[in-house]
């Protein structure tokens, strides 16, 4: 008969997402990630599989938090305009300062050789699918507080660009100034 498990599987990945964002994927080792969560490596691999398999559930969990946040955002707001500066400016904390300095779970995974795993290229493409068609979604919804000129599909990928460009910029922690300034670019174009 199995032992009961005696950890809680939500505080593991609570623990493996800390070192995973400290260390970044590629960095972070099994010993790691066994001294973060104090589990033996075969209760580790019997919960989680390997660190691959582990990594991509704190990365989907990662995924599916600023989704909702994102979503939560976009939704709401009297124009398109509004929600998405809303939104972006509502990462100033998380892109600017030394509270921004971890930066981005997906964003450090992209940058830190994370891509060669397949399946957290994959999720990462994903999440990015996600947030753009959140995006796309509310400036279509909007369509008529534009110009006739006006092109949802690319201010969509204009904004994803500056919200990943901010992302990738939060380890060199710019001064929140600095990263509202952009902000106020981007709004620009939604004029």
């Known amino acids: 008969m199995a032992r009961p498990r005696t950890f809680e599987p939500?505080?593991?990945l609570d623990a493996?997402?800390?070192?995973f964002w400290r260390k970044g994927f590629v960095g972070t080792s099994l010993d790691d990630i066994t001294a973060e969560t104090g589990l033996?490596?075969?209760s580790l691999y019997a919960a989680f599989g390997d660190k691959t398999s582990l990594f991509l559930k704190v990365l989907e969990h990662y995924h599916d938090a600023v989704l909702a946040r994102s979503r939560k955002i976009l939704t709401s707001g009297p124009s398109a305009r509004a929600a998405i500066e809303a939104w972006l400016t509502s990462f100033v904390p998380?892109?600017?300062?030394s509270k921004g300095s971890r930066g981005c779970l997906s964003i450090n995974t992209a940058t830190d050789g994370g891509l060669s795993?397949?399946?957290l290229r994959k999720s990462i493409a994903r999440f990015n699918a996600r947030l753009e068609a959140l995006i796309?979604?509310?400036l279509e919804?909007?369509?008529a507080q534009f110009s006739k000129d006006f092109d949802p599909v690319a201010a969509t990928h204009a904004i994803t660009a500056v919200y990943v460009g901010l992302m990738a910029q939060a380890r060199q922690t710019p001064a929140p100034e600095r990263v509202k300034s952009v902000i106020a670019q981007i709004t620009k174009l939604l004029a």
């Open 117 to 119: 795993e397949a399946g």
């Open 141 to 143: 919804a909007d369509r």
């Open 10 to 12: 939500d505080d593991v």
């Open 94 to 97: 998380y892109c600017s300062g």
């Open 16 to 19: 493996a997402r800390e070192i």
């Open 136 to 138: 796309l979604t509310r």
């Open 40 to 42: 033996t490596k075969p």
